[in-house]
């Protein structure tokens, strides 16, 4: 009797202790963006058909497109040349706008992956449309359709005007798309306005990055400042030491100095 | 002499008892239990000294907390960053170096700001007794290097006829315009018995010696305690203790939020044999779990760019089986295991109109769990001489337990947030009569502690005593203390002097190292600090005590303490309570009737840390006045108690004491009670 009353309660007891001894690992698993349609259609002078993907409504910034190609019997076409050519209607002016075009001829997955910077939002002062060229089984065409750009609620494209060189510079951002508490992955594009319809990435830029909470007036520690990987994309890492609005504060300079100064926002 | 005293009714006084160890076994002689009073409770400082040495301590302000109460023992200092929720600290040592159990049952604090230290858990009704052991002799309670403090709950009793009895408590303090109101109800039948007590109290904004209104130091609480006991055979008994702690309204003026509510859940079930003849003597097992939440904001301060709520949640279940035996003649030998389960979190919400609310976990997710085996060895060598051993192996296991909180981490690039920490501890004690009545006692032994959560993963924790936000690391190394005591005492009927002289140094000494790389959190904050072990520290004191029964009716009780602390560079640790001594002189008229005179006096402390910002206190010095009245009827027994403290309305703060806040100004207090 006096032996199991002892058993019981160290049984009892190690139950107690690893029962509530369970870790819990909530670390949550990357989104996966549905791939959504924007437009589709014919490219003049083929018997293609192109329909034209995004992640989320097009906005001011930095917006990945997709391009799906479908030959004349509905099958998919893999390999082809895919190139953008956005292009803004002011009435008294037109201009273009950073692209990045398919990196390869051969499709992702069915596929063909780039990206577009819009400048500004459709509106009043002008209108907005997506071109894109097709170079696929010996024919070339472009589908052009109309797409309406919106302003996003927090900016993701600022630009300045250089100190040094005087041209006017675009600098996109496009990460940490879901910004958490903790290091997160920073990246943002630089383009170069060389006339209305030439925007070539830049990739000699240094980029110092400070992040700030304006309400409290606090920085965070230990980030790491974006550097050029390709394409005008710099990559850095941002620490995050709470939710909340951030200001990510951003100083480019080139080999003959501070070129300019501007801050993203991060509300979450 | 005072024998002639009816002691249990003593109702007013606080005895402060020095028990040897060894006294647990055998009847403490009779002259030394007759000031064993208060109720059942008696305040116990357990030297490793094998001599007797009782102390009675009185304070007739029965209305005090049990703060109150044990602030008055030499080797007790508390933080204070309010009238409520004051922190112990053993000989200068504080938060993770000491060891605060609540009848041997961890229980871990759930305010990042150290709000809620466990004595607040235990009301002089439901206490039976504190223990406090310096140095070495804590072992058996945990791995800390500061020594150990107890408390111990009160228990119900069998009766062979049963009996209800119980009493109502009321009180009032003018100070604090202060009222409590306390209810105890005992059953005892031959086979089992009931206890259960509350205790509720209500405390507005203080007066200082200068008769301002101190704002923001109110409070309001209820506990209740009930407690049942089981006689399952002859020697077995079966114990069920549960507390229920409720705070509400709790004003902190010395930091910059206070407390919405705080609510404790305390259970335990245990299982005691107590059998002389059988080999183990006593052998005790013990399951108990608690539960505590907090919640702190900033709802009641006026102006404030920002509003912070800061929810805390501890959680922690365990065990401990204990067992005593005597392996040989002039022998004892204890040994214990334990093991306990903690899980912390902790967050901050900052408001401000407009704006997204800022989150983010101040203790991320994160469990400690620990274990330990402890053995403690007396021998009585000869008539003069005993010996005791005390050692200690403590294991424990820290980790963040969610993918969020280590995120947060990573900021700092914590990368492994997981530590394990073995803490060995030993200690050895010799003492000796070494002339007539002079007793000699020389301990040294080393141990050590780990890290507390706050030390490891705090996040960005606002300290008002420095201005600085503070940062864990969770690559901290052990405190490790090497320590000696060396107390002689000597003891006759009539006179007990008592002095005792110890010294540490404490290898991979924590504390805060500012870093100016980083940007402080909070807004006003002076920068961030973050934790790391310096090479060592050195804190050394003494403390003496006098009970002298002048005559029968007329006793004299006097203590005396000081600390020393240096760090590496030999710059004063903060923190330093200076030299203190407080008189008592009692007068009994017949046996119905006291008055005590007290004093207390504290010196001024210039010796201040520089890294911390800390300021000088000045000395002061305290009068109160205190008397009791009992008066017996056929079936009741009725109490009156008052007095004046801080008679002469003196402004003063301790040293200890945040934000440079005053103290209560002159205080009267009354407070009557019915027994049955
Ligand atoms: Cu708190």
Known sequence: ?268 | MVKDMKTPLLLGALALVASPVLAQQKPIPADSVRTIVLQEVAVVTKRQDHQQHLQNFYNANQAATTEELMSRMPELSFIRRGSYGMEPTIRAYSGGQVSVTLDGMRIQGACTDKMDPATIYIEPLSLQRIEVQTAGASSMQGAAIGGSLDMKLAEADFADERKLSGSVTSGYQSAANAMMGGLRLSYAAPTWGLRASGTYRKSQNYRNGRGEKVLYSQYEKANYALSGKFLLQDDLVLKADFIADDGWNIGYPALPMDVGQANARIGSVSLVRENSDRRWSRVEARLYANRIAHYMDDSARPDLPIRMDMPGLSRTSGMYVEGTTSPGHHQQLTVRADASASYLTASMTMYQEGQTPMYMLTWPDNRQLQSGIAAQYSFQVGDKTQLQLNSRLNMSDFAVTTGEGRNQLSVFGYESTARQFLIPSLSLQASRMVYKKLKATLSGGFNGRTPTASELYGFYLFSQFDGFDYVGNPNLKPEKSVQSEFTLSWQEPRLRLQATAYASRVQDYMVGAYNPDLSAMTIGARGVKIYYNTPYALLAGAEASAVYNITGYTQLVSTLRYSFGSNTDGDPLPMMPPLRNITSLRKYFGDYLWVQGETELAAAQNRNSESFLEQPTEAFMLWHLRAGYQKETEKKVWQLNAGIENIFDVHYREHLDWGRIARPGRNVFVQLSVGF
């Open chain 1, 1 to 268: 009797m006096k032996k199991y009353t002892w058993l019981t309660l160290w049984a009892l007891s190690l139950i107690t202790v690893f029962t509530t001894g369970c870790d819990k690992d909530d670390d949550t698993p990357t989104p996966t963006f549905a791939y959504q349609k924007i437009a589709e259609g014919k490219a003049a002078g083929t018997d293609f058909k192109i329909e034209v993907y995004s992640n989320e409504e097009l906005t001011t910034g930095y917006n990945p497109i997709y391009i799906a190609l479908f030959d004349a019997s509905g099958k998919r076409i893999e390999q082809a040349d895919v190139s953008f050519q956005p292009m803004m209607d002011m009435g008294m002016k037109k201009h273009a706008s950073p692209i990045e075009n398919p990196s390869s001829g051969q499709a992702v997955d069915g596929y063909f992956p780039g990206a577009v910077v819009f400048t500004m939002p459709s509106g009043e002062m002008g209108s907005w449309t997506l071109g894109v060229q097709v170079q696929a089984n010996g024919q070339t065409g472009t589908f052009t359709t109309p797409v309406t750009i919106k302003e996003p609620t927090t900016s993701r494209l600022k630009s300045f005007v250089s100190k040094t060189d005087g041209a006017k510079y675009f600098v996109a951002y496009l990460q940490p798309k879901q910004p958490k508490v903790g290091v997160n992955d920073l990246e943002v594009a630089v383009y170069k306005a060389s006339g209305m319809m030439d925007f070539p990435a830049v990739t000699n830029l240094t980029l110092a990055l400070e992040p700030e909470m304006p309400t409290m007036d606090h920085g965070s520690p230990n980030n790491v400042n974006p550097t050029h990987t390709s394409g005008g994309h710099y990559k850095g890492k941002v620490n995050f030491t709470m939710t909340g609005l951030w200001h990510l504060h951003l100083t480019l300079s080139d080999a003959s100095g501070e070129a300019g100064k501007l801050y993203f926002e991060v509300n979450f």
